[in-house]
Nanobody, 115 residues
C-alpha cells in the first residue's frame, strides 16, 4: 500500500513563498509520474504541475514562472517551490503519484495567501 504525506503548507502574505514536500511510504515499483494538484473552495481540483520519471515538467499557465516542481529520485520525494504567491493560489494542495498506471493521492495540505 502506497501512502503519500504532504507538508509545508501554511499561511503567507501575497508575494511570499512556500515549499511543499510529498514523501511516499510503502513498497512500490517505479514511479511513472509525480504531480501537484489543488482544490479551492467551490472549485474542482486542478493540475498545478507534474514531473515525469525522465524529468519532463508541465505547469498550469496560472503558475508558470512562479512555481517549480522537482524531485529527489533517491527518496522519490517531490517538491513544489511556490514563489510570488497570490491570493488566488489559496487552496488545498495534493500530491499524486502514478505507479503502474494507478494513481495515489496524499491527504492534502492547506495553503492560504492573504492580500
Amino acid at each position: 500500500q502506497v501512502q503519500l504525506v504532504e507538508s509545508g503548507g501554511g499561511f503567507v502574505q501575497a508575494g511570499g513563498s512556500l515549499r511543499l514536500s510529498c514523501v511516499p511510504s510503502g513498497i512500490f515499483s517505479r514511479v511513472n509520474a509525480r504531480g501537484w494538484y489543488r482544490q479551492a473552495p467551490g472549485k474542482e481540483r486542478e493540475l498545478v504541475a507534474t514531473i515525469t520519471s525522465g524529468g519532463v515538467t508541465n505547469y498550469a499557465d496560472s503558475v508558470k514562472g512562479r512555481f517549480t516542481i522537482s524531485r529527489d529520485s533517491a527518496k522519490s520525494t517531490v517538491f513544489l517551490q511556490m514563489n510570488s504567491l497570490k491570493p488566488e493560489d489559496t487552496a488545498v494542495y495534493y500530491c499524486r503519484f502514478t505507479i503502474s498506471l494507478a494513481n495515489y493521492w496524499g491527504q492534502g495540505t492547506q495553503v492560504t495567501v492573504s492580500s
